[in-house]
Antibody, heavy 124, light 107 residues
């Protein structure tokens, strides 16, 4: 059964670095055309895509947040890690990971499965 | 970045109604358009990809259409579990972008 599960701290202080982990099961991060994206949702607001990593290790980032984000994967552990540096209260949100199905001959893909999300509050 | 807009931002409908939500991209995205449903307090659920292809297990009352810049999501015969927020998203190019969402409420 394919699933994704997010984990990380519930509370982070301003200026600290947030590290989130997405653990996947039922597929491999080395499977061709498979990828994982991170998406967040501030309370009461819309979804915001943050970053994506594909089986090939190709990475893409949200434009305004690019300088603060880093995504990586550990295929052996079936984990995708997202770090967000210098956090601020506006980064308070529920963070989701989703599986990205890459397209033939195209460096993009669509989401098919989502994790349940993990809430993060940034506060001193 | 490609900007996504949705209309209406919210709508009220009755059980059994047919509703249509519109999504527009700021530039042509072919059919690289997805739709998601988010029920209160839950994670988003993938409904449609490729503008009109249903994910496995999604009931046929959901349908999508469009290409280029203009897209629609139609829900035929609304049921209580369909009252939720619906988001469109383009995956034509990175960075991926979502629409602001449309809330479907019970009249």
């Amino acid at each position: 059964q394919v699933s994704l599960k997010e984990s990380g701290p519930v509370l982070v202080k301003p200026t600290e670095t947030l590290t989130l982990t997405c653990t996947v099961s039922g597929f491999s991060l080395s499977d061709v055309r498979m990828g994982v994206s991170w998406i967040r949702q501030p309370p009461g607001k819309a979804l915001e895509w943050l970053a994506n990593i594909f089986w090939s290790d190709a990475k893409s980032y949200n434009t305004p947040l690019k300088s603060r984000l880093a995504i990586s994967k550990d295929t052996a552990k079936s984990q995708v890690v997202l770090t967000l540096t210098n956090v601020d209260p506006v980064d308070t949100a529920t963070y989701y990971c989703a599986r990205t199905r890459g397209l033939y001959g195209d460096p993009v893909g669509y989401f098919d499965l989502w994790g349940r999300g993990t809430p993060v509050t940034v506060s001193s | 970045d490609i900007q996504m807009t949705q209309s209406p931002s919210s709508l009220s409908a009755s059980i059994g109604d047919r509703v249509t939500i519109t999504c527009r991209a700021s530039q042509g995205i072919s059919n690289y358009l997805a739709w998601f449903q988010q029920q209160p307090g839950k994670a988003p659920k993938s409904l449609i990809y490729g503008a009109s292809s249903l994910h496995g297990g999604v009931p046929s009352k959901f349908s999508g259409s469009g290409s280029g810049t203009d897209f629609t999501l139609t829900i035929s015969s609304l049921q209580p579990e369909d009252f939720a927020v619906y988001y469109c998203q383009q995956y034509h190019s990175f960075p991926f972008t979502f629409g602001p969402g449309t809330t479907v409420e019970i009249k």
